[in-house]
């Protein structure tokens, strides 16, 4: 019988079982008037063992079977995070090359923390909830928030930048937007996947402080204040046990101390043991094959862990039949808050409303580094002919990357952005360098020769007043791209030795840097203009032309330092054991001092520090006063000042709020980000502008005690432009 038939007939019983026993009298786990806890144990009770075994495992590549003979639907996942994926065949990775799955491409998530707007997280998280809801999607596998340790990471284009507090505060309207589609959002990977070199194996050892400072707090404001429904685990280990069945992360922490109550599915293919999987926490395995991995058989899906190995150990007496049901459960009440909610809305597929979110995120994400002689804006009079050079002014960057890959209904590329406002006729374009086609697992080759791409864009270059280049990385296999890192910091391609050969014909240079990870920039001093632009989506073209006019002024914000060289960053600085380590462990020696933490704290500068940005306006910040100067630690600091904008533009500026504690009794970094809120200001305007900051807030993890503490000190309050330009500071004082 086919699965349509069976549903159908399965449908017919229940509605035949129903009038039968009681005359039409809806059963309990149907029944909305109920609790949501009661239709779950209801609908529990009536559960075979097989039955329950098939809603914990995967029953094709991107879907659950449910219980059909009670019609509890089967559960439809996507990817996430930035634009729901195309489709793909049942047990396959290939594409089923469907002709309406095209989607929005939203900027990557390295952009979205740019702007440091969550109020345009909401919108990011809502646009693209509506369409996974429209393309009947109940689980949508994003967003990502692994901290950002080293510049060579293939994910970090996919999370949001080095910051803990910066990723919380962004990470939870997106989980919010999503779910209000009745669509689970589902935060991923968990935990300390912040390297994809030997992702599948790699054991992190880190300080127990260190995983409580950096690299928890973003997942752990998904769960208790954005209330996600679903988690990922990610492939590697913590402290030996792979991390998607790992009983510290997911019992003691994620369900236990933050009572967790949704869904922990695996990676695709990190579940590796029966065993650990029922006992430590994993609900859901979701696959690749069955080694976890890369091979085995097709459609092996009741080889799973948690399929009928789990079932034979549970028959015979290994396991808990109670396993299982906190998993049903779980599963259950996910059902019930999203394919088994009749009142959820129905979605939306490219709407115009999607379009402009995805432009206005990529508007004010673009972070304008550098800006000599006011280079930029360029305005659309001032130059006769502006040579546009680079690959990554026309490559689709919507494409490859792996998991994150899209099939955008419309990519608008730079040099279409460009042309849009320039005039065909000032614009001159040359590749000047190439790569290969996006393929996974695999650096292709290009088909152009790399001469005459250099030869030809030299010649435009000389020919031109200025040059606009856009380079930087792309989505290809060892670039921004998961399942490796990056070799180096240095660009690819040949894009430093090009840069050098236009910078001998043309002095008017800026240059467009597009990636999702820093990069080197030898050539910075010659340079007038620097932007470092991300993977935009479907209006990229649109929304770099806009801020390279002056349409828009840039007002996004750097998400991660950029540091001068590799070794400046604090992974790198301790050798191969801290980054990438020896292909079994990697320690993670920089400890609490990840990007600019560590920049400040052992005072090596960055090239670009976190939070940097430039605008076209300019801001003056006004003296910054405090409700009090003594504070208990229940207590909220409020901060008040002036900010103005004495500019000649509208524009916008995040103020950033930075907090170090005078005399730790442990050493801590300098200072850390603690408040933050983008203000709009016209031209000329003033605002008085007031951030809050809990002094619950100023505590550090004690690796000891253990447990977080906010010592009796003084605190020193930093209100900058940037984590390197601080405006005002004032010092309060915390007592017991
Ligand atoms: C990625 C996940 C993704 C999954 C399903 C994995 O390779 O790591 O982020 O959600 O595939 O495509």
């Not at 507090?165 to 990977?189: D, E, T």
């Not at 069945?245 to 579940?271: C, P, Q, Y």
């Not at 229940?634 to 709020?657: C, H, P």
């Amino acid at each position: 019988m086919n699965r349509v038939m069976k549903r159908i007939y399965s449908v017919i019983a229940l509605w035949i079982g129903c009038c039968w026993g009681g005359m039409a009298q809806t059963p309990v786990y149907l029944d909305e008037t109920k609790p949501v806890d009661e239709r779950i144990e209801d609908a529990l009770s009536r559960m075979t063992l097989e039955e329950k075994i098939a809603m914990c495992h995967a029953q094709s590549k991107f879907s659950t079977p449910g219980c059909p003979r009670l019609g509890i639907p089967e559960i439809w996942m996507s990817d996430g995070p930035h634009g729901v994926r195309m489709e793909h065949v049942w047990d396959d990775w290939v594409h089923a090359d469907w002709t309406n799955d095209s989607c929005t491409a939203y900027p990557a998530l390295s952009c979205l923390a740019a702007t440091f707007n969550p109020e345009l997280a909401y919108r990011y998280g809502y646009a693209l909830g509506e369409e996974a809801r429209f393309r009947k999607k109940d689980i949508i596998l994003g967003p990502g928030v692994n901290i950002y340790r080293t510049p060579l990471s293939g994910r970090n284009f996919e999370y949001m930048g080095e910051d803990p507090y910066l990723s919380s505060v962004m990470v939870v309207p997106y989980i919010r937007g999503v779910q209000q589609n009745g669509v689970a959002a589902c935060v991923k990977h968990f935990a300390l996947n912040n390297q994809e070199k030997w992702r599948d194996t790699i054991d992190v050892v880190v300080s127990e402080r260190a995983l409580n400072e950096i690299y928890l707090p973003a997942f752990k404001a998904a769960v208790t204040e954005g209330g996600v429904w679903a988690v990922m685990g990610s492939y590697n280990k913590y402290k030996g046990t792979y991390c998607s069945h790992n009983d510290t992360l997911i019992n003691r922490i994620l369900k236990g101390e933050w009572g967790f109550d949704g869904v922990m599915l695996t990676d695709w293919g990190s579940a590796h043991n029966t065993d650990e999987a029922a006992r430590f926490g994993l609900d859901l395995e979701m696959g690749t094959w069955t080694n976890g991995l890369t091979w085995g058989l097709s459609s092996a899906y009741d080889q799973y862990y948690l399929a009928q190995p789990f079932l034979r150990k549970i028959r015979n007496g290994e396991l808990p039949e109670s396993l299982l049901d906190d998993k049903i459960r779980r599963i259950l009440r996910l059902c019930y808050r999203t394919n088994m909610d009749r009142n959820r809305p129905y979605g939306r597929k490219l709407a115009e409303e999607h379009t402009a979110v995805a432009r206005q995120v990529a508007e004010e994400g673009i972070v304008l580094l550098k800006n000599k002689n006011d280079f930029f804006p360029i305005r659309p009079e001032r130059y006769r002919k502006i040579a546009v050079i680079g690959e990554n002014a026309v490559k689709r960057l919507t494409q490859g990357g792996g998991s994150s890959e899209l099939k955008a209904r419309n990519e608008v590329s730079p040099l279409q952005g460009l042309i849009e406002v320039y005039g065909a006729d000032r614009i001159v374009y040359s590749m000047g360098y190439a790569s290969g086609a996006p393929d996974y697992n695999r650096a292709l080759p290009s088909g152009y020769d790399a001469d005459s791409l250099v030869r030809c864009a030299v010649a435009a270059a000389k020919g031109a007043d200025a040059v606009l280049f856009f380079g930087g990385l792309n989505k290809n296999f060892r670039q921004d791209c998961e399942g490796d890192d990056r070799g180096s910091m240095e660009l690819p391609f040949g894009q430093d030795d090009l840069l050098d050969k236009i910078l001998k014909v043309n002095k008017n240079v800026g240059v467009v840097i597009v990636s999702g990870n820093a990069v080197s920039m030898p050539w910075l001093d010659r340079v007038n203009g620097v932007m470092q632009s991300w993977y935009l989506g479907s209006e990229a073209g649109h929304a770099t032309a806009a801020v390279i006019c002056g349409e828009v002024n840039p007002s996004g914000k750097l998400p991660f330092s950029i540091p001068r060289r590799l070794e400046d960053n604090g992974a790198h600085h301790f050798g191969e054991m801290s980054y990438p380590g020896d292909g079994t462990t990697v320690v993670y020696r920089d400890d609490i001092l990840v990007g600019y933490r560590w920049h400040d704290t052992r005072k090596i500068p960055a090239l670009f520090p976190f939070g940097h940005g430039l605008s076209y306006t300019r801001f003056d910040y006004g003296k910054v006063c405090t409700d009090k100067r003594v504070y208990a630690v229940s207590d909220t600091v409020r901060i008040r000042f002036e900010l103005a904008n004495t500019g000649a533009m509208d524009g916008a500026e995040t103020v950033q709020v930075y907090v170090g504690q005078k005399s730790p009794s442990e050493e801590r970094p300098v200072k850390e980000l603690k408040a933050f809120k983008k203000v709009f200001l016209k031209k000329g305007e003033r605002k008085n502008v007031t951030l809050e900051i809990p002094v619950a807030a100023f505590a550090f993890y004690h690796d000891a005690l253990p447990g977080w503490t906010v010592e009796a000190d003084k605190y020193r309050i930093a209100v900058a432009s940037s984590s390197r330009d601080i405006r005002r500071t004032t010092e309060v004082e915390v007592t017991k």
